[in-house]
């Protein structure tokens, strides 16, 4: 039996062609060269890059703490004002109270069996058990008063988010800018700069020519108020150097304090202008 | 002593490396205006001349007009004027440049006027409000009834100051109109007023074209009684003609350099474009095609022409070079595309297409691409011609079936009528400066 088997597997061998071994080696290795060399710096691979998305906001202007009162906003410590505890007592109260009771009467009633002997015994204990009983029943109570009033504060909170919440799709925006996350320390002191810069730039479509830039140097002490500006590099365009030069005249004076003595390399371009 | 100044070294680098190193990065890529705040004050009497309310009145109409045309600005609201408006502070240093801020302005005219002897004298300035410097001033000196054109070119001096280019306020719009019950030539300014009849030829009166060089035109008549080409200067009146072979003279337009013509002739049956010499002799065939190749419109280079064919089917906007005669097209929506004008920057060009049983009015650039439609709406608009500076359009528009010539910003905002009512007026083309 044993030798008809290898018989077979001799013939089997026999029928195939001399070499044939090698070259199913060199198959394999072809195969397996295909995705070595595919993930080798030899086949660089186009990076997708995402299209930057922007967002626009048309509709608020600056302010200097536009995060205050949000109800989104990170708590800082001066939230728990909301105290306003007498209120929620009264109507919680009494729930916990007809849950006490039964446990209590079955302690109570076996008291009359015992010898006479003893009355002044389980006088004692019988004060002892009730005052027990009487701080058990103060004890729930206040702890239900506290979970009734920590729900309505959380009912309010969510009342009040519900009311003035601002969805903002841009979950790591900077901290302080106005469709962000930020705390009530409000917007970041950069942020404030080149919006109030921007807003007293006036420069018209109908002036563009080419794409002009400009790279300006401002430096503003700590009360905001610029100390001097130099131009880094002018556009060339007079026009717009003008407009930039009218800019800055009027942003001498920022509207609020800044953090710091502050430098700033402002790049003036119309990207976005002639995008549009 | 080494080592101290050695310290004093590191230490001034130290605090430069820290100084550069604070300094925020901002990049703001779009102005937070788009308009410029403009106050323009009332045109005052100088010492010792008579008051005319009317010169001062009709100055300011015209001035604001043209401006608010050019949709540069953003005017400040004369009711809100302090006392300084009511100053005539023609120097930077007459003028409470506090007061004007605080109406938050940026640019301010003010302006002077002078009648002596039948002579009016207007002084213009305008000023830069945050810098506290003046932008330009002008001297004007003219005749009663040069107010208008006083306003027109001081408007044109504003846009120079502001933009680098002058405005084309004080230029002309020669059109057609059938006031008279036949469509003859006429000539008015670019807000529709001084309208003048230049042409008595009782007949069809067709598609004018300026010189970019004289001050004449040429335009199609069939006075004689087949649609010849002629030429007309316009302050002499004097009038040829300029091609009269048999058949079709029509759509001609001066080449940039004004020595050649362009324009479609039908002398062998079919309509080709052909360029002629300013002495009607011809230069040169520029299409050889059994399709119609009508309205030439030259690249500011003058090496290129854009036209239509219907070689393909429905006529479309093809361009042809004037060297090597190669057409290619330009065009492909639509089913009715028209009247190509090239504008005189070279970046774009803008035509009238059929839609929707409608004209209206696209821009393309000469590649193919940001083919876009500029007016929307009721009216066919057609029969487009740039401003010299290329920031506007003229057009026809039968709005309400009262064909009328228009005028708006080359990007399709600011539309406005210029020419009057029931005149039925088409065919409008701007002139160069003028």
Sequence with gaps: MESSRKQRWQQLISMIEPGFKRMLVISVALHLLVPILYYTPLFPQAKIDKPPVYRVNLVNKIVENPQAGRPEAVVVKKKPKVKPKPKVKPKVKVKPKPKLKPKVKPKVKPKPVPVKAKPVVSQVQKNKQLSTIEKMKAKLEREAAAEAQKQKIEALKAALAADSKIDSPVKDAPVGMLDGTGDEAGISAIAAVREFIQQQWSFSEYQAFGSPEAEVKLVYNQVGTMLHYTFVTKSGNDQFDKSLIRAIVKSKQLPQDLPRAMDFEIIFNLKDMLDQ | ?434
Aim: with cysteine; glycine share 8%.
């Design chain 2, 1 to 434: 002593m080494k080592y101290f100044k050695a310290f004093i070294v590191c230490i001034a680098l130290l605090g430069w490396f820290s100084n550069v190193a604070s300094a925020a990065r901002i990049e703001i890529s779009a102005p937070g205006e788009k308009t410029i705040p403009l106050a323009i004050t009332r045109l005052l009497p100088m010492p010792g001349t008579t008051v005319s309310s009317a010169v001062a009145v009709e100055f300011q109409q015209v001035l604001l007009s043209d401006l608010e045309l050019s949709g540069l600005f953003d005017m400040v609201d004369s009711a809100a004027f302090l006392s300084d408006a009511n100053k005539l502070g023609l120097r930077s240093n007459e003028i409470d440049f506090y007061q004007w801020r605080l109406l938050a302005t940026d640019a301010l005219i003010k302006g002077g006027y002078k009648i002596d002897s039948g002579r009016l004298t207007v002084e213009l300035r305008l000023f830069d409000v945050v810098t506290r410097r003046l932008l330009s001033g002008r001297r004007y000196v003219g005749k009663l009834t040069d107010v208008r054109k006083i306003a027109h070119k001081f408007a044109d001096q504003i846009m120079l100051s502001l933009t680098g280019e002058k405005g084309p306020f004080a230029t002309k719009i020669a059109y057609i109109s059938k006031r008279t019950g036949r469509k003859e030539l006429n000539l008015m300014d670019v807000d529709g007023h001084n309208s003048v009849r230049l042409t008595a030829h009782k007949t069809i009166v067709l598609n004018p074209d300026f010189s970019p060089t004289r001050k004449e035109l040429i335009f199609t008549s069939y006075r004689n009684g087949n649609p010849d080409l002629f030429r007309k200067e316009i302050y002499t009146g004097r009038e040829s003609r300029l091609s009269l072979k048999q058949g079709l003279n029509i759509g001609g337009r001066y080449s940039p350099d004004g020595r050649e013509v362009a324009l479609t002739l039908s002398k062998d049956k079919n309509s080709e474009l052909y360029l002629i010499g300013t002495d009607g002799t011809i230069h040169q065939r520029l299409t050889n095609h059994w399709g119609i190749d009508v309205d030439p419109s030259w690249n500011p280079e003058g090496d290129k022409i854009a036209f239509v064919s219907d070689r393909r089917g429905n006529p479309h906007i093809f361009i042809v070079d004037v060297h090597s005669l190669e057409v290619t097209r330009l065009t492909h929506a639509g089913k009715y595309n028209a009247t190509p004008a090239w504008s005189p920057k070279g970046d774009k060009i803008v035509y009238a297409r059929l839609d929707k049983g409608v004209f209206n009015l696209f821009t393309i650039r000469p590649d193919g691409s940001e083919d876009r439609q500029i007016t929307f709406g009721a009216g066919n608009k057609e029969h487009p011609r740039w401003s010299p500076d290329g920031r506007f359009l003229v057009y026809s528009n039968d709005l309400n079936k009262d064909k009328s010539i228009w005028i708006m910003r080359a990007d399709g905002t600011g539309g406005r009528r210029i020419s009057a009512a029931t005149a039925r007026d088409s065919h409008p083309a701007w002139s160069g400066r003028w």
